[in-house]
């Protein structure tokens, strides 16, 4: 019996800053970065690899918090993780001492899911497929288990999900036949960071549309003259056949997110992301209210499932922008997927940092093949960068993420890229 022998976690960071790559309105120099989880097992062949996602600083915070965790699956079987994956997930978040950091927010939870995600990497690796394959392949009931509950079955019974996935047993071969042969189709935000020059966004924004994109995501927030200026830049470079999506990173109040959605309407906005606080359900009411046919999107920001069951009952979500490592792993992924399914709410996985990339085209898959079904208008966000550090990277044709084949969550790291930008002991930051 396949035992873990070994959990190790490293602090990654990429130097990303340097470029501005990343900026927005409040995260004016990100170096992306990642507590790096690795867990061995008595089997050199199954390893199982977990990140979260930060912007550099504080990185060894998440990163010494995991560690908090690792007497909890010390030298369990991999049957005994696979079969109790759901047992071990309430084990964690509702750990009598860890769960006060909390509750189910911030660092804690933060450590929780690279935790989960490489556990996850481990259950999909040990049944040899891609993660997204492992689980549209499960069987509704046991996936049941895995799924928490607690404080959001008000919104969602587990009949109602047992109902939903149990469905879509029905249709999902040829979901998976569609995916297959076309992919699912991505945004780009790499066109429009708010550090880059008006040639730069020009110049990218072709580039993007001659390699299949038709879906652009631009940073505003900082300065209403500059965003309305390269909104107006854009949208002439894109045409009127394309999207246009907008997302101030928090940075307005409720009623400067009414005035300046409505002023920038005039270039037919798609979606607005994040216009004011994460954590206003409230505010985003008001705003919705009063912005028309505007749509709002947030969720990478969102703590917790929580968070989505009220964003969602309250109709202030018409996005749903899950992170694979904001939420607590797959566990809590699927069932606010299921969540925003059963409010009608397309769900626009976040992405890009570092690794998201790679985490997400496994959660569009699912949503896709195992719940939603649709794909007609509905985009994950893709960006091109740092995957050069990843042994099986995502893959983009014209636009579209090419389902994964590896077995696995995707997230191994090149052995020289984890030596190189190891913090603060790594040759690029030593030097
Ligand atoms: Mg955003």
């Known amino acids: ?13 990429f130097p990303t800053s340097k470029d501005l790559t990343g ?3 409040i995260h004016t120099d990100p170096d992306y970065s990642a507590p790096y989880v690795v867990i061995e097992t008595d089997d050199p062949s199954l390893v199982g690899y977990g990140i979260n996602f930060t912007l550099g600083k504080g990185n060894e915070i998440v990163t010494k918090c995991i560690q908090c965790f690792f007497p909890i699956i010390k030298n369990l079987s991999l049957d005994e993780v696979e079969n109790n994956i759901g047992g071990l997930w309430s084990e964690c978040v509702d750990h009598s001492q860890l769960r006060w950091l909390g509750p189910e927010k911030g660092v804690v939870h933060l450590a929780v899911s690279a935790l989960f995600n490489a556990l996850w990497d481990l259950i999909s690796k040990k049944n040899k497929k891609p993660l997204w394959r ?4 499960t069987n509704p009931k046991k996936i049941i288990d895995w799924l928490p509950f607690k404080h959001v079955d008000d919104a969602l019974s587990k009949n109602e999900a047992l109902e939903i996935l149990t469905k879509s047993q029905e249709y999902k071969n040829d979901r998976i036949k569609k995916l297959e042969s076309e992919g699912y189709p991505s945004y780009t935000t790499a066109a429009g960071w708010l550090g880059y020059s008006d040639d730069k966004i020009v110049d990218l924004c072709k580039e993007y549309m001659a390699n299949g994109w038709k879906y652009f995501k631009i940073k505003v927030g900082k300065n209403f003259e500059r965003d309305s200026h390269r909104l107006d830049i854009i949208r002439k470079t894109i045409g009127n056949n394309n999207y246009l999506m907008i997302d101030a990173n928090q940075q307005w109040s409720v009623d400067e997110s009414i005035k300046y959605i409505n002023a920038f309407n005039k270039y037919d906005v798609f979606f607005v992301e994040e216009p004011t606080h994460a954590d206003d359900i409230l505010g985003f009411i008001k705003i919705k209210k009063n912005v028309g046919e505007v749509k709002l999107a947030t969720g990478e920001a969102c703590s917790n499932r929580v968070m989505f069951k ?5 109709g202030a979500m018409n996005i749903c922008q899950i992170d694979s490592c904001r939420l607590a792993s797959i566990n809590e992924i699927l069932i606010v997927m299921l969540m925003a399914h059963k409010f009608n709410v397309p769900v626009f996985p976040h992405a890009g940092g570092v690794g998201l990339c790679e985490y997400v085209q496994h959660l569009c898959m699912i949503d896709y093949a195992l719940i939603n079904g649709e794909k007609d208008n509905k985009v994950v966000e893709y960006q091109d960068s740092l995957h050069n550090h ?12 090419i389902p994964p084949k590896d077995h696995g969550y995707s997230i191994e790291m090149k052995e020289k890229s984890v030596i190189e930008f190891s913090y603060p002991n790594g040759n690029y930051w030593k030097s």
Do not use: E
């Not at 492992?134 to 392949?137: A, G, K, Q």
């Not at 990843?390 to 993420?401: A, D, E, L, M, S």
């Open 310 to 314: 009220q964003f969602l009952q309250s």
């Open 23 to 25: 900026s927005d309105a």
């Open 390 to 401: 990843f042994k099986f990277p995502c893959r983009i044709v014209k636009g579209n993420y």
């Open 1 to 13: 019996m396949t035992k873990i022998i070994s959990i190790s976690v490293s602090d990654i960071r």
């Open 134 to 137: 492992y689980v549209v392949d």
